[in-house]
């Protein structure tokens, strides 16, 4: 076994960090997309009709069971992830993924807000966290419309809050 001492560690870890903000710094910033196979389907549940949506009115909804509160959106612009006639509409969990406050729509900004540590989310990005201090963006609803309309959620890009698992 080998004994570093204490500056020769922290010297390593530093170069260590430097190596890697700069790797980072690199790679261009992308909103999240699909990746197949990274969700966890659940049971298939409806949740509203195209015709209850108002572009840029979220919807409240639950999803996967009655202990998830969520929305779906209808942002008025094609985005990835987007289902609809006019590929703008979305599903999220509102449950801020670092804390677990109920987060707020804001129509201006078009963003979901924090109100505990001020976490951003910006759903035309797939809920990729733009500010705060979540580590995590907001869980995706993968949906769904069948011939009528209805809007139907299929499952979730990532981990509910206060969840130790996405199993229900």
């Known amino acids: 076994m080998v004994d570093l001492g204490r500056r020769q560690f922290l010297r390593g870890s530093a170069l260590v960090a430097a190596g890697a903000t700069v790797a980072a710094a690199g790679a261009a910033p992308q909103a999240r997309a699909a990746v197949p196979g990274a969700r966890v389907d659940y049971p298939s549940n409806r949740l509203a009709n195209v015709s209850d949506l108002v572009v840029n009115e979220p919807l409240n909804v639950t999803y996967p069971d009655d202990d998830a509160a ?62 705060g201090q979540s580590t995590q963006n907001l869980p995706q609803y993968a949906l769904r419309i069948a011939d009528n309309g209805d809007i139907f959620a299929e499952g979730v890009d990532e981990l509910l809050y206060g969840r130790l698992s996405n199993v229900l």
């Open 70 to 131: 969520g929305v779906l959106l209808k942002l008025g612009v094609r985005v990835e992830g987007g289902i609809g006639p006019d590929g703008d509409i979305v599903g999220f969990s509102t449950i801020c993924p670092h804390k677990g406050f109920p987060l707020t729509y804001s129509p201006e900004e078009k963003t979901f807000n924090c109100p505990g540590h001020y976490s951003v989310f910006d759903p035309e990005k797939g809920g990729q966290q733009v500010w």
